[in-house]
């Protein structure tokens, strides 16, 4: 079973997206025994807090289930012996692991858009707004790394 963490800032937008749309393409292609999920923030800023109001209405819209009972928690330097892959939405995020994993030396920790060929972030809705130009940058690198 391939274990994956996906990191942003808060784990309250873009992080707990790309949970549930993991998931979702996950058990649309029969993977579920093959994979197991999570999702976490860098930064302490939102732990305990729900999934933002505006990114669960965009994975409704979309058909996305997700679990309204997820909270926000900080990743620790347990987690890089727990996960085989941890994605980062940007490259603030890797400069944080930088520090709290003291390092990549398995070559674990992967910007999501670098599954698109792209070298680019994904796109933060908590600044932008725009969550539904978020979703697709997610869902082009959850599917991706599916393929």
């Known amino acids: 079973m391939r274990r994956i963490l996906f990191l942003c800032h808060g784990n309250i937008c873009r992080s707990p997206m790309a949970e549930f749309i ?3 393409l996950v058990r649309a ?3 579920e025994g093959s994979y197991y999920v999570e999702s ?5 800023e939102e732990i305990g807090n729900p999934i933002y109001p505006p990114a669960k209405r ?3 819209q979309h058909g996305i289930p997700f679990d ?3 909270r926000a928690r900080q990743v620790t330097r347990a987690d890089y012996a727990r996960f085989d892959r941890i994605i980062v939405m940007d490259r603030s995020n890797l400069r944080w692991l930088e520090r709290i994993f003291a390092g990549d030396p398995e070559h674990k920790v992967h910007l999501m858009m670098s599954y698109c060929g792209l070298s680019r972030d994904v796109a933060d809705p ?3 707004g725009d969550f539904e130009q978020t979703f697709q940058d997610i869902l082009a ?3 991706a790394m599916l393929d």
């Open 126 to 128: 908590w600044y932008t």
């Open 22 to 24: 993991f998931k979702a």
């Open 141 to 143: 690198g959850c599917e």
């Open 40 to 44: 976490a923030a860098v930064s302490a």
């Open 58 to 60: 965009n994975l409704t």
């Open 68 to 70: 309204a009972q997820k």
């Open 29 to 31: 292609r029969g993977l």
